[in-house]
């Protein structure tokens, strides 16, 4: 279980970087959100779960966007955080709504026959 520092250090970096790819960020990375925010215990990593809209390849092409991007959000985020030392930054796609709507498909499929 997460201490109450750890969980607001992750509020307040899924806040921050979503407003830094939104609105700060010359690369796009397309319509993104940020779904989920994990930092470790020592608060030397936070991982950052990204959920892409659109059908094709945007996902990759926002992944891109955002390890070339990487320095540039977490140099402005340090400015929001009230700590010595910025997390470093990992950037993962969040397909959990995909698959949930797989899951859902699934069941409806079941439960129609």
């Known amino acids: 279980m997460a201490s109450s520092k ?8 899924l806040k921050n970087v979503s407003h830094i790819i939104q609105f700060e960020m010359k690369n796009k990375v397309g319509l ?21 809209y659109g059908e ?10 955002l390890e070339k991007a990487k320095g540039f959000i977490r140099s402005k985020l340090s400015k929001e955080l009230s700590i010595r030392k910025v997390p470093e930054l990992i950037f993962k796609i969040d397909n959990s709504l995909e698959q949930g709507n797989r899951i859902e498909e699934i069941i409806k499929k079941i439960n129609e026959k």
């Open 6 to 13: 750890v969980e607001r250090l992750q509020h307040i970096i």
């Open 56 to 65: 094709g390849n945007h996902s990759l092409k926002g992944m891109e966007a």
């Open 32 to 52: 993104a959100a940020i779904t989920d925010v994990k930092v470790t215990n020592d608060l030397s990593y936070a991982t950052i779960y990204v959920h892409f």
